[in-house]
């Protein structure tokens, strides 16, 4: 356990150097990254501090057998995977529908939704129309922006294109889930 921890505290001051490296030298760089240099950057330099920090916890707490320090590795590490969760539903809600991607996007959505009896990520039917904010499932909004899945619908209801027109505030009454994998 010490090994990864110093593993991953030796990685974590890789990404800060690396960071506070293109921080200086923007410039240099600006082609390559299409003008964003500073935001990845400075994006490096955080993920480098926060590597660096579970590392370090990890380390001192393996080698002290300390339980808080462990403790609070193994929280930051579990805290760590959820964001990678949410970050890969997020890229999911955004390829769904997209002819390349029902097995990795489509198929795990409609599956979800189905079993938790929901729709949509955050504001329920409405997720899969949003040209405002267009956050979430930007191949359906592009071409279906008011309609929801399929797994969207009720259960009792559920046949080809039931979602059809439904991806409104408030849908009709046992038509389609009305509520979100999770509330905003």
């Known amino acids: 356990s010490s090994l990864f921890s110093f593993v991953m505290a030796f990685c974590g001051m890789v990404l800060l150097g690396l960071g506070v490296y293109l921080a200086t030298t923007a410039n240099s760089y600006e082609t390559?990254?299409?003008?964003?240099?500073?935001?990845?950057?400075?994006?490096?330099?955080?993920?480098?501090?926060?590597?660096?920090?579970?590392?370090?916890?990890?380390?001192?707490?393996?080698?002290?057998?300390?339980?808080?320090?462990l403790l609070a590795f193994f929280i930051s590490l579990f805290i760590i995977v959820l964001l990678q969760i949410t970050a890969s539903a997020k890229e999911k809600f955004a390829l769904y529908a997209e002819p390349n991607s029902v097995k990795t996007a489509t198929e795990p959505i409609d599956f979800v939704q189905k079993e938790l009896q929901c729709c949509g990520l955050t504001k329920g039917p409405l997720d899969w129309s949003d040209k405002k904010y267009?956050?979430?499932?930007?191949?359906?909004?592009?071409?279906?922006?008011?309609?929801?899945?399929?797994?969207?619908?009720?259960?009792?209801?559920?046949?080809m294109n039931c979602g059809r027109g439904l991806a409104v505030k408030e849908p009709p009454e046992g038509s389609v889930y009305s509520k979100a994998v999770k509330p905003p």
Do not use: H
């Open 32 to 69: 390559w990254f299409g003008g964003k240099t500073l935001s990845i950057s400075y994006t490096l330099i955080f993920l480098g501090l926060v590597v660096t920090v579970v590392g370090f916890l990890g380390c001192c707490g393996a080698t002290n057998e300390s339980t808080p320090l």
């Open 134 to 159: 267009y956050r979430f499932a930007t191949y359906w909004i592009k071409t279906r922006s008011s309609d929801v899945p399929d797994s969207c619908c009720e259960r009792l209801k559920v046949s």
